[in-house]
């Protein structure tokens, strides 16, 4: 049986093999190599890929040096997304490695925010981690917590310090033994299929008869689209980092053991591959 510390581990060194290459509209002084990265799942792009920025930079003029941004395949790449969470919504039935195109001009303004900074990046991510914590726990975890834990929370993600992250993190996953989960989970649903970024709505992980409510009661109610084919065949992949959970596991358990370290659990519902 796997250890609950087990699975946390594997969430959050996971890592997808990725090839970066420089756009070809992009005037350069010699030949740009490709850069090849393990990227972590459950950071972020921008936060990530500095020596590949350094990369492709080395090759080129300064003038023609303008705000990275990234895209795969036509569709640019939202920093603010979680890597993993980019990867199973738009690459996870290609060949790896993920292959993304390095921008440093024409950007898409309509498509992206700016990331001026990391401090935007930290700014984004504590938003939406005491945006989790008003869903759990009316706030009252991270409003406790000084500031110097926020910090550790954000550096353990910047840096790749699981035991920093998790020191503080585990507070954010307490609740009373007597209410068996939290207030509401915190969670978004991402289509590709829909213009619509994400959908999000309050949802208790106990039914008011006591039963734990599971991933597919939650996608019964929020996506029924999404499990329900009209004619019984499965048409999309239910994932979260990368995996199929069951429809039968608790949200509950999910919440606690495959949320992002924003403590969100990011899902993706993705049409099932036809090959």
């Known amino acids: 049986m796997t250890d609950d510390k087990d699975v946390l581990r594997d969430v959050w060194f996971g890592r997808i093999p990725t090839c970066f290459t420089l756009c070809q509209d992009e005037i350069t002084e010699r030949e740009a190599e490709p850069y090849y990265l393990l990227l972590p799942r459950v950071s972020?792009?921008?936060?990530?890929?500095?020596?590949?920025?350094?990369?492709?930079?080395?090759?080129?003029?300064?003038?023609?040096i303008s705000e990275i941004w990234f895209e795969y395949e036509g569709t640019p790449l939202k920093w603010h997304y979680p890597i993993?969470?980019?990867?199973?919504?738009?690459?996870?039935?290609?060949?790896?490695?993920?292959?993304?195109?390095?921008?440093?001009?024409?950007?898409?303004?309509?498509?992206?925010?700016?990331?001026?900074?990391?401090?935007?990046?930290?700014?984004?991510f504590m938003s939406c981690m005491k945006e989790a914590d008003a869903l759990k726990h009316k706030s009252q975890v991270i409003n406790e917590m000084q500031k110097k834990d926020h910090k550790q929370l954000w550096m353990g993600l910047q840096n790749d310090r699981f035991d920093q992250f998790w020191a503080i993190n585990r507070k954010l996953m307490d609740y009373p033994a007597e209410e068996n989960g939290f207030r509401y989970i915190p969670f978004r649903i991402y289509q590709t299929t829909t213009e619509r970024p994400f959908i999000q709505k309050l949802f208790r992980p106990v039914a008011a008869d006591g039963q734990l409510h599971t991933l597919g009661d939650l996608l019964k109610e929020v996506c029924p689209s999404a499990i329900d084919p009209e004619d019984g065949e499965k048409k999309n992949q239910v994932m979260i980092h990368g995996i199929e959970p069951m429809l039968e596991t608790p949200l509950q358990w999910l919440s606690e053991h495959l949320s992002y370290p924003d403590n969100f659990l990011h899902i993706s519902i993705i049409p099932q591959p036809t090959d």
């Open 84 to 124: 993993g969470l980019l990867f199973d919504l738009l690459a996870s039935s290609s060949a790896l490695p993920w292959n993304i195109t390095v921008h440093f001009k024409s950007f898409p303004e309509k498509d992206l925010l700016h990331c001026p900074s990391k401090d935007a990046i930290e700014a984004h």
């Open 44 to 64: 972020y792009l921008t936060l990530v890929t500095d020596k590949v920025k350094k990369h492709f930079q080395k090759v080129m003029r300064q003038e023609d």
